[in-house]
């Protein structure tokens, strides 16, 4: 493709700042969405920047208009259509009209089916003119976590993987890892935008991680840990847990080791077992209910990090939305650990997006499920 | 990057157009090297291309000097440096110093260990300036088949598979397709290019393949076809089976399978089974003495298309060079059949290459092998 030139920024131009802008908020303003924000004058220049920072704080439309005062004309962009109502904070809408801008132009809808539409309706009532769609696919995707929360109570999960082409998770050496530092780079910004990290005892009892964010920024944030472990095998000396951790179970763990981990400061979560016509599956959580105690806790996405059984289990549960799949190019064989044991369900990636990482490669997308025959 | 004015083309430009010619021969001039070349005269125009068209005809170089007549003071772009003996035509050697080119450009050195390099020296005695290691890494992977072969008098192996992101070979529906029509159109470019296409017994039993080349251009090239069987398993009726055919089994196959194969037309290829450690794999087929059976008949490569077993007593005996493994993005689980069963050693790409092919990724390169632990 040709280099783009030195002349007038198109309007996805301006949207792709927004949602670069927007991206800015990640893990600090959960569970309200990612949201960015730019006005630009009727020469066209952008005259000020903002996002949404910290969840509690003002509004990504708000901060800019308050900072760039009246602004007679201008263009406010918005990768999220501006709340009408009163939350955390008073509503963007009054702010927007007292502003003096006369376009809107506006990434997607708010996937709230109460507000939906409502602010771009109002404000073409005041006389503004509003531009829906810009830069969608990418505004949509800034807040697929949010949307899912918001219209299900569930928090969207986005399981992660690194592994080799023939979907071995463990090399030889056990626990090197498989995949390169650019990928493992990419994983921990993964950790840096979700609100909840979770994996299975096996994972805890074999590597003991810390499950924190390493990136080289500042600003970190480390995403709550939840261990999915039916019969508490976790050790109580584990480094994952403490008081931003989450130990999910059966009822029928013992009761001695319920004792131990609580007095970690982890929470003790207890779920039934996951039922398959009418069979109970004994040792299976129902992970449904463990994806609407979450919810309902506020937490609006999972990264779920393996290994075989639970990638198993979330599979045959059909609960991941999307897969991050980091391949390294190498051949382990049948011998070593793989991704998941037998399926219930194919599992098919919609639009997969593909991204090369050095010699590494990224396959990511949204998946849907087909029962095996 | 920035779109390629309409300059002058540079020795690049005019290498990757040899490149693109000497492609032309692929199937038709084994045990011969793939060859392009290009005339370009004092002004920087090309004023004639050829190829290496079919083995035992003209060199790309005699074919372009004799069209082109005299051409005083122009270079001559050749992929592969232009031999100096008597082989089944002149040599080429001769030609070029008497059709006036002051200059010749070669893309890499002839792999033969007893012509390398003479050429080049032969030429910059007669006074003509010349430029070796233009494209080379692209002119080197033209003819990797050839090297191989002139070095070792053994074929390149390049193993070609389809599977899921997760290593599987088949889906539920056991003999669709897994990945897709870009993919299929790719594996039939390979078979075109390659001498031998190989496969197992059981590819044979299950699928009956006609393993031939479907491509939508007039000049097709068909590789024979190769199939390991240690038992000699394979229906006489099978459709693979013709003049063009070789079936390979060790010696204590039944004497009326070796027969009633034999009379479909096909060659009954016998090897010893494989050692390892003084201990004898009687399943399995000793691949070297294939390898070496199939370079002396003059094979330069061969396409290997799986299954499971054939890929496994590949890799255990190292014996593939290359793969080719196109990616469909699925996840089908442990139930289904893996590319592979247990290895004894791990397989590396050295500097894997990646193209997306749709919704499909071809991952493809060399390998090396590494004993497991």
């Known amino acids: 493709m040709a280099r783009a030139t030195k002349t007038a920024h198109t309007p996805l131009d301006f949207m792709q700042r927004a949602i670069q802008l927007a991206r800015r908020g990640a893990g600090f303003v959960q569970s309200n969405p990612m949201v960015g924000s730019i006005l630009v004058n009727r020469q066209g220049k952008i005259v000020a920047e903002s996002y949404h920072a910290r969840f509690g704080g003002p509004h990504a439309e708000r901060r800019i208009l308050e900072?760039?005062?009246?602004?007679?004309?201008?263009?406010?962009?918005?990768?999220?259509?501006p709340c009408g109502h009163t939350g955390k904070t008073p509503p963007c809408l009054d702010l927007i009209l007292k502003s003096g801008v006369k376009k809107v132009v506006i990434g997607t809808l708010d996937p709230n089916p109460i507000t939906h539409g409502k602010s771009v309706r109002a404000l073409r009532r005041a006389g503004l003119t509003v531009d829906v769609g810009i830069a969608q696919a990418d505004c949509d995707y800034l807040i697929r976590a949010f949307r899912k929360w918001i219209t299900?109570?569930?928090?969207?999960?986005?399981?992660?993987?690194?592994?080799?082409?023939?979907?071995?998770i463990t090399s030889a050496g056990a626990y090197h890892y498989i995949t390169n530092q650019l990928a493992l780079q990419r994983v921990h910004q993964l950790r840096q935008e979700m609100d909840i990290i979770m994996v299975g005892a096996n994972t805890i009892i074999q590597d003991n991680p810390r499950l924190n964010t390493r990136l080289a920024q500042t600003r970190l944030h480390h995403p709550i840990k939840v261990i999915l472990d039916s019969r508490l095998r976790t050790p109580p000396h584990s480094k994952a847990l403490d008081e931003r951790s989450i130990v999910v179970c059966l009822d029928s763990a013992p009761y001695y080791?319920?004792?131990?981990?609580?007095?970690?400061?982890?929470?003790?979560?207890?779920?039934?077992?996951?039922?398959?016509?009418?069979?109970?599956?004994?040792?299976?959580?129902?992970?449904?209910?463990?994806?609407?105690?979450?919810?309902?806790?506020?937490?609006?996405?999972?990264?779920?990090?393996?290994?075989?059984?639970?990638?198993?289990?979330?599979?045959?549960?059909?609960?991941?939305?999307?897969?991050?799949?980091?391949?390294a190019p190498r051949l382990f064989g049948a011998a070593r650990l793989p991704i998941t044991y037998a399926l219930q369900y194919d599992v098919n990636f919609s639009h997969p997006v593909f991204e090369q990482l050095g010699d590494n490669?990224?396959?990511?997308?949204?998946?849907?499920?087909?029962?095996?025959r």
């Open 361 to 372: 490669m990224l396959i990511r997308g949204y998946v849907s499920y087909h029962k095996t």
């Open 67 to 81: 900072r760039a005062g009246r602004c007679l004309g201008g263009t406010l962009y918005v990768t999220l259509e």
């Open 152 to 168: 299900t109570q569930q928090p969207f999960v986005l399981a992660k993987v690194g592994m080799s082409l023939d979907g071995k």
């Open 257 to 327: 080791r319920k004792q131990a981990l609580a007095k970690t400061g982890a929470e003790i979560l207890i779920v039934p077992p996951n039922r398959q016509r009418g069979k109970m599956l004994f040792e299976q959580l129902n992970l449904s209910v463990v994806l609407a105690e979450l919810g309902a806790r506020g937490y609006t996405s999972i990264l779920v990090e393996g290994g075989s059984y639970v990638f198993t289990t979330f599979i045959n549960q059909q609960a991941i939305d999307e897969f991050y799949i980091f391949l």
